[in-house]
């Protein structure tokens, strides 16, 4: 049986509501290395100190975390309030990378719905969000609009174990 929450369902979400979402993530040279050589990513600075030390007359003294993992975690960090429900990932525009991220520091994101409709498909509509991640002292490090498409509750409620009046039901060992 699904488990999802009872209050991020399509019907849920209003334009103009904003979460500033509860958990935080820190960055690991770990979560760094290992998506930059993944994605087979060559920009040395996320990789190589002793190049990054020659690099702007020495202006970074520690990797880069590359920008897609700033994103991932970001992303996953509003998942929990804004896309747990979701059918699929539309699409993301206006991304911004705004300061750099270090290895250990921790990142927050809140969000701000920017608009909900209709999709094609009667059981889930759409939802746009626009994300902002920040370090602990509060300096921005990235932006954009995530677009996901979201199950309605007006059919997917039951079938995900949530009762109508919004509770969830037991789950049974």
């Not at 509860?22 to 979560?31: F, H, I, K, L, M």
């Not at 020659?54 to 804004?82: K, P, Q, S």
């Not at 809140?110 to 889930?124: F, G, L, N, P």
Request: net charge negative.
């Amino acid at each position: 049986m699904a488990c999802t929450s009872h209050d991020n369902y399509w019907e849920d979400f209003a334009v103009g509501t904003r979460y500033e979402h509860a958990r935080g993530r820190t960055v690991s040279n770990e979560d760094n290395l290992a998506i930059t050589h993944q994605t087979l990513n060559t920009a040395q600075a996320h990789f190589n100190l002793d190049f990054l030390s020659g690099l702007m007359d020495g202006v970074f003294e520690e990797r880069l975390v590359m920008g897609a993992v700033n994103l991932a975690i970001i992303i996953g960090l509003t998942t929990e309030d804004m896309s747990e429900n979701a059918i699929a990932d539309v699409g993301m525009t206006e991304i911004r990378l705004t300061n750099p991220v270090y290895r250990e520091d921790t990142l927050y994101a809140s969000s701000e719905v920017v608009d909900v409709r209709e999709s094609t498909r009667e059981d889930a509509g759409l939802m746009t969000y626009r994300f902002t991640g920040r370090k602990a002292d509060g300096t921005e490090v990235a932006t954009g609009l995530r677009t996901v498409m979201l199950k309605k509750r007006s059919h997917w409620a039951e079938a995900d174990g949530n009762a109508a009046g919004g509770e969830l039901d037991a789950i049974s060992a």
